[in-house]
Structure formats: structure tokens, C-alpha cells
């Protein structure tokens, strides 16, 4: 199986297929391409799909959109584990995770990802409902189901990928969150799989300029 993702410190899609396959232990080739390079649209033109990041070939099956991936992975691969085993649950966390995938486009806009930045901004009061909504879910998740484990659902979960970049975000620009919500990005940025993607891209030198948003801290 082959995942194709971009730069490790801008591409934020490209983290929610990858982490699922690390957090599951699902083996898989990484193929690195550099955002919006020669190399990167020669590359996905040949598979006769979007130009986007990620891709993933699994045989003959080829997937992009991120949580595509994710629902491909946890049907072939984690025999439904990688949603709430609770039917209420499982949908409660699938429309979280469409909501996310849909949605936050102020947030999305005004804070690109880019882990290995500290920055400051004056984010629209779009981007600040946006903060608000997702800060409100995670008190609430935590909140409900804190016995069952860190992170959103309790056990880690598709719902818990897609919002792995907003995490990234929020550490970039100094976002000042509520106890449960800030445990919950605690609990994340510490994951294993988390830490060896911000090791990578630390260690990246490529600059995107459009996503080099506000000024330094």
C-alpha cells in the first residue's frame, strides 16, 4: 500500500491519512511530494484523479480526500475500529468528522498549517466562531466520555484524524483554549504518531508562502 502526501509542515490533508495508518499500525510506503512542484502534478496526473495530496493505492483500489482514506482504511484494514463501537456514538463522531471536513473554512483560510511556526494573527470574527464551535465540541466530547480514554470518543478515533491539523493550528497561533479542550490537544500533540510527523517536519526547509500567515512571535 502506498500513501502519497506533501510537505509534512503545510499539508494538513496529508496528515489525516497518514495518521490514521500510523495510529493503527497499518503498514504502508511513504511518497513525500513537494507542494505544488513539477514532481507533484506529474506524479498524481498519473493516476487520472484530483491534483491532491492525499493519495492512497492500495493494489488496484485508489482513494484521495482524506476521509475517504480514512473510511477505505477502517473497512479493509481495522474491521470497524477506527469508529466509536457504539451506534450513536459512531454517528455522532461521523457527522463531527464531515463537519470538519465541510466546514471551519475561516479558520482553514486564515491559519494555514505549519507546524514548525509560531505566529500571530488577527483573526476575522468568522475564524473566531469557527475556534469557538470546535473548542465547544471538544469540552463537550471530553466531557462525555473522559472515562473512556484521551481523546475525543475515548479511544482514537477517524474523528480525532481529521482534526489533528486544527490542533496544529491552534499551537501555531497561541490559541488560548479551555481546560478540556486544551487537555484534549495536549493528549494529541503527545501521540507517538503525532510526535514522529512533527519530527519530520521540523527537519523540512521548503517555505509556501501563502501559508506562512501573520508575523512571527
Known sequence: M????GNKNYSSWSLRGWLMLKAFDVPFQEHQLALFSEEFYATLKAFNCADK????????VIVWESLAICE???ER?????????DVAARAHARAIANEMHAGFNA???EMPMNCRALRKIEA????????RRIEALWASLRSQYASQGDY????????????APVVLRFRTYGVSLSPAAQGYADAMIAHPAMQAWLDAALQETDIVP????????
Open 107 to 109: 479558520l482553514r483560510n
Open 53 to 60: 495530496v492525499p493519495l492512497l493505492k492500495d493494489g488496484d
Open 72 to 74: 477505505y482504511i477502517n
Open 77 to 85: 484494514y481495522l474491521e470497524g475500529a477506527g469508529w466509536p463501537s
Open 124 to 131: 476575522s470574527e468568522q475564524a473566531q466562531n469557527d475556534v
Open 152 to 163: 475525543l470518543f475515548g479511544a482514537f478515533s477517524i474523528v480525532d484524524a481529521m482534526f
Open 2 to 5: 502506498d500513501l502519497y502526501i
Open 210 to 217: 501563502e501559508d506562512e500567515a501573520g508575523e512571527p512571535v
